[in-house]
């Protein structure tokens, strides 16, 4: 029976050589380095008392330095089991969860294919190393050298470049007399749609080889060198030979580098891995322009117990690491986890090294969290806990996390952990012992406010930073509800803004198509940007507000725009009747202008209550509660009818 390609590659790489081998022999603890994945132990295939029998198991080899015994795990299995080579890997398939293809008659003729295709992006690579040589890639040499790469870094990484020209590789390959549908085949050429000659995927742009781990050249990663370029990063499509998600870039390198104990780190781009492995941080690879997947998660695990996710430090880098936890959770068992540096704020690894040094990073790594912290900080950063429903929510959002960890005993230790931050955060505050007491302050009385709320936006800006709010809140609910646009567009058309990019924004919603979520969302992100936008809806005012809390509501989202609006309506009219009062405060009092100003006053007190007071009115008891008058007053008249009563009665 003959496999289609990849099958024994994919199985090699989901199967762990040390465990299949641990199940015939005893290790050699002493000699044994289990993190690094280098195990020694008596050889199973002739009688010894010494341990001379190596498995590398990040390469997935093993060697017999007696009887000169070698292979990878399949091989293993067929001599220490004495079976054929498909039923070894039956085996294996079996206890990697791998089901076993149909009979595939072609095959073989698939597996020349194959590497007809390699010989064809190896071609490639030669051409486009040459082409960076060229009088055309002056401008693609100089961004390189102001990046820092150097002539040995070019030639280390195998870096090329495409030519402005539609069919430069194409000419060159089919001139070599490669087969057009290779050229294809290979992801380098795109059938023309007017039946001409098919044009190059890659033109005018920085060239990165991608290999996958057997060191063979499969795809391209490209940088535009055009900065109007609608795709500043483009990969090879996905071929027979390329699959985006089930591979990593520079995984080879950083594979032998973990072996020799470097620690494994994955950054978010080529640049990334480049800068780090000249730094020193041999063992670095990236995604190939996608979110972590699955396979890229497994595929790491094989080469370190504990690789460090190492992403930007913006709000994009934090959001990945998110989802790289999620994607994580089920899949971790014990020893296979994940730690996260989060570089600066507003820095990649690149940026980080050019400006201060390889040391820089290596404190950043360092300092890299585990996951359970990472976890911890997204539940509760930024949050206020303040009542038993809050902290109640905040316990279930954990359970149904940790719930996910399918071992048993991480799955214990992450509760234990978990239990001991909450306990951290919620345990009652107490003044420590040394150094002065605090002043006393009355049971009751309201707490300091704290460095951050001196610095808020309420707090600094005053009234102009409320009205910013208010309007943020306005533009995000019209955003989530844009249903409501036409029915409050003559007031936005009107309404004076405090902030240009609030303006712009609701510009921009107005000339939307009417009621699509979607052209909303847009319209939003093309007049302010991507960035401006994530930042406005996930700013803390705007995220509580319920109608965004509650999505679908369109009533609520009504009942929210209109009073933004009324309460943006009373400050103004009061701020505009101050005015007035201010320029005439040199004429004689006048009793209607008095009158004019306790109404607006009045009028933006009863707009900016956040609920309706109750009518009711109310006294303090002797004992300190709060009693409606009225019933206390029938309840003292009824008093006094039972005292006359009983007066009457005994007279």
Not at 117 to 129: I, K, S
Not at 220 to 239: C, I, Q, V, W
Request: proline share 5%; net charge negative.
């Amino acid at each position: 029976m003959s496999l289609p390609p990849g099958f024994l590659d994919e199985l090699r790489s989901r199967t762990s050589l040390s465990q299949v081998v641990g199940r015939k022999v005893l290790w050699d603890k002493h000699k044994s380095n289990q993190a690094k994945g280098d195990m020694w132990a008596p050889c199973p295939f002739h009688h010894e008392k010494t341990a001379s029998f190596h498995v590398d198991d990040r390469k997935g080899f093993y060697y017999c330095f007696g009887c000169q015994a070698k292979g990878d795990a399949i091989s293993f299995v067929k001599d220490s089991e004495n079976v054929g080579f498909m039923e070894a890997v039956e085996i294996l398939a079996g206890e990697a969860g791998m089901p076993m293809p149909a009979r595939d008659p072609k095959a073989q003729e698939k597996a020349d294919r194959r590497t007809q295709l390699a010989e064809v992006m190896e071609d490639a690579v030669r051409f486009y190393r040459m082409q960076l040589k060229t009088g055309a890639a002056a401008g693609a040499r100089d961004y390189l050298a102001g990046r820092g790469l150097d002539a040995a870094a070019l030639e280390r990484f195998e870096i090329g470049f495409a030519p402005e020209g539609w069919q430069s590789l194409w000419d060159h390959l089919t001139g070599k007399g490669v087969a057009p549908d290779l050229i294809m085949g290979a992801g380098l050429a795109k059938p023309s749609t007017r039946g001409g000659t098919p044009y190059d995927v890659f033109r005018n742009r920085i060239l990165f080889p991608i290999r996958d781990g057997r060191g063979r050249a499969i795809a391209f990663g490209g940088r535009a060198m055009d900065p109007g370029d609608k795709a500043k990063y483009l990969n090879s499509p996905e071929t027979e030979l390329f699959d985006k998600g089930r591979n990593l870039y520079n995984l080879g390198p950083a594979r032998e580098a973990a072996g020799k104990g470097q620690r494994l780190v994955v950054a978010e781009g080529y640049m990334d891995v480049i800068a780090l492995v000249r730094a020193g941080f041999a063992a670095a690879v990236a995604p190939l322009g996608t979110a972590v997947t699955e396979s890229q998660l497994q595929m790491l695990w094989r080469v370190a117990d504990e690789p460090i996710i190492a992403l930007d430090g913006d709000k994009a880098g934090l959001r990945a690491a998110h989802r790289v936890i999620d994607l994580a959770l089920p899949l971790m068992e014990a020893g296979k986890s994940l730690r996260f540096a989060l570089m600066p704020d507003g820095q990649d690894p690149d940026d980080l090294i050019r400006a201060e040094g390889a040391d820089a990073v290596a404190r950043v790594l360092d300092q890299a969290l585990p996951m359970v912290q990472l976890l911890w900080r997204r539940e509760t950063e930024g949050r206020v806990f303040d009542s038993p429903e809050r902290k109640a929510a905040l316990d279930r959002s954990l359970r149904e996390t940790i719930s996910q960890i399918k071992d048993p005993s991480l799955r214990h230790h992450y509760g234990s952990e978990i239990k001991e931050l909450r306990w951290q955060l919620f345990r009652p505050q107490r003044a420590s012992s040394p150094g002065p007491r605090r002043a006393w302050t009355p049971k009751g009385a309201p707490a300091a406010p704290s460095e951050a709320v001196k610095a808020s936006l309420l707090v600094a800006a005053g009234p102009e930073g409320e009205r910013r709010m208010r309007e943020a809140v306005i533009c995000a609910t019209l955003i989530a509800a844009p249903a409501l646009i036409e029915e409050f567009e003559a007031a936005l058309e009107t309404m004076d803004f405090a902030d240009a990019e609030h303006r712009a924004l609701c510009a921009a919603l107005l000339r939307a198509e009417p009621g699509s979520a979607e052209a909303a969302r847009a319209a939003a992100e093309a007049a302010i940007g991507a960035e401006a936008l994530e930042t406005l809806l996930s700013a803390r005012h705007v995220a509580i507000t319920p109608c965004l809390r509650h999505p679908g509501d369109l009533e609520l989202a009504r009942l929210t725009v209109a009073e933004e609006m009324a309460k943006l309506d009373a400050a103004r009219g009061l701020e505009a009747e101050i005015a007035e009062a201010v320029e005439e405060a040199q004429e004689a009092g006048s009793e209607a202008r008095t009158w004019r100003l306790s109404q607006a006053a009045a009028a933006r007190a009863q707009a900016t209550r956040a609920v309706q007071e109750d009518d009711t009115d109310y006294e303090t008891g002797a004992n300190g509660a709060l009693i409606d008058r009225a019933e206390r007053k029938s309840f003292a008249e009824l008093l006094d009818n039972i005292t006359f009563a009983k007066g009457r009665n005994s007279g």
